[in-house]
């Protein structure tokens, strides 16, 4: 039987509609791989996101605590408690480098994301910096032992003197002598809360003028009356100035005084760099997981 034209046409067909089907399958296989690579990389996108997503919270939560360990340190009353505060303090803000140290080292091709934590990098390292001078000085404690010795020894001492100059009120000398010792205990605070160097020299200055008033009036005394009282009176004077010597040596050093200054002024302000910096780079993510999210 010879074929037909038909049948020559259905068997040059059959190969074609054969290659025709493969290459679709092909193509249909080839286009269902890319598009689950596609999604895998999406995922693995969005899942590198959510990750820095909590390493931000995590750096969030670690600053407010060191700053809160900060101002306790700078306010704390005795040395146990600064140092106890600036432990924290420090632990805080060595758990935040460990944390920025790892969202940086997580690869990601999100240029934004890398700018953003360089970023942070940076007014993180400049918060580290101020916190550590902060504690620094606010574990010396410098104005609080200074006024602990105003209202401990040189308070004793003062109390000693107007008790031996108490049988001779009745003379001038006397009373010039505990006037003036009283005007140099009212220097004390003000020397210990003051800020510069100026005030502080005119304080001393108007310390050691009562201190001599001081000395000339008990030696007036002396070449009156003589006796222990006399003697009594100019042993604790000499005692409430030496004490007065380590009060201004003290509040010369002022750690209080600046670690407060340096927590309100300088600190405030990289606190609010970094915690800028904190909300910009979680928004981005924000936006990275959002946009994964839509498709």
Same mark, same amino acid.
């Given at each position: 039987?010879?074929?037909?034209?038909?049948?020559? *046409? =259905?068997?040059?067909?059959?190969? /074609?509609?054969?290659?025709?089907?493969?290459?679709?399958?092909?193509? /249909?296989?080839? #286009?269902?791989?890319?598009?689950?690579?596609?999604?895998?990389?999406?995922?693995?996108?969005?899942?590198?996101?959510?990750?820095?997503?909590?390493?931000?919270?995590?750096?969030?939560?670690?600053?407010?605590?060191?700053?809160?360990?900060?101002?306790?340190?700078?306010?704390?009353?005795?040395?146990?408690?600064?140092?106890?505060?600036?432990?924290?303090? =420090?632990?805080?803000?060595?758990?935040?480098?460990?944390?920025?140290?790892?969202? @940086?080292?997580?690869?990601?091709?999100? $240029?934004?994301?890398?700018?953003? !934590?360089?970023?942070?990098?940076?007014?993180?390292?400049?918060?580290?910096?101020?916190?550590?001078?902060?504690? *620094?000085?606010?574990? @010396?404690?410098?104005?609080?032992?200074?006024? #602990?010795?105003?209202?401990? @020894? $040189?308070?004793?001492?003062?109390?000693?003197?107007?008790?031996?100059?108490?049988?001779?009120?009745?003379?001038?000398? !006397?009373?010039?002598?505990?006037?003036?010792?009283? =005007?140099? @205990?009212?220097?004390?605070?003000?020397?210990?809360?003051?800020?510069?160097?100026?005030?502080?020299?005119? /304080?001393?200055?108007?310390?050691?003028?009562?201190?001599?008033?001081?000395? %000339?009036?008990?030696? !007036?005394?002396?070449?009156?009356?003589?006796?222990?009282?006399? %003697?009594? $009176?100019?042993?604790?004077?000499?005692?409430?100035?030496?004490?007065? /010597?380590?009060?201004?040596?003290?509040?010369?050093?002022?750690?209080?005084?600046?670690?407060?200054?340096?927590?309100?002024?300088?600190?405030?302000?990289?606190?609010? #760099?970094?915690?800028? #910096?904190?909300?910009?780079?979680?928004?981005?993510? &924000?936006?990275?997981?959002?946009? &994964? !999210?839509? =498709?």
């Amino acid at each position: 039987m010879e074929p037909t034209q038909a049948n020559t *046409n =259905r068997v040059f067909r059959r190969p /074609l509609i054969l290659g025709a089907v493969l290459a679709a399958l092909t193509v /249909l296989a080839g #286009a269902g791989l890319y598009f689950a690579g596609t999604r895998q990389g999406l995922d693995l996108k969005y899942g590198r996101a959510v990750q820095k997503a909590q390493m931000v919270a995590d750096l969030r939560a670690d600053l407010y605590a060191a700053a809160e360990a900060e101002k306790c340190a700078v306010l704390a009353e005795t040395d146990q408690a600064s140092e106890a505060y600036a432990a924290l303090a =420090r632990a805080a803000v060595g758990r935040m480098s460990a944390e920025l140290a790892r969202l @940086q080292g997580m690869e990601d091709s999100d $240029a934004t994301g890398d700018r953003l !934590a360089r970023d942070l990098a940076q007014t993180l390292d400049e918060y580290r910096k101020v916190d550590e001078e902060v504690l *620094n000085l606010a574990v @010396q404690n410098t104005n609080l032992k200074a006024l #602990a010795l105003t209202f401990g @020894q $040189a308070s004793t001492a003062l109390a000693d003197m107007e008790q031996a100059l108490g049988p001779m009120r009745n003379r001038p000398e !006397a009373l010039r002598a505990l006037a003036e010792a009283l =005007r140099i @205990q009212s220097l004390h605070a003000p020397h210990i809360m003051e800020k510069t160097e100026a005030r502080m020299d005119a /304080l001393e200055q108007d310390m050691a003028r009562a201190d001599k008033a001081v000395w %000339a009036s008990l030696d !007036a005394l002396a070449a009156q009356t003589g006796g222990p009282e006399q %003697a009594a $009176a100019r042993a604790a004077y000499d005692r409430y100035w030496k004490t007065t /010597l380590e009060v201004v040596r003290l509040s010369r050093q002022n750690t209080n005084v600046r670690s407060f200054s340096l927590s309100l002024e300088r600190k405030g302000k990289v606190l609010a #760099a970094c915690n800028e #910096a904190l909300r910009v780079l979680s928004e981005h993510l &924000r936006e990275r997981m959002g946009t &994964r !999210a839509t =498709r």
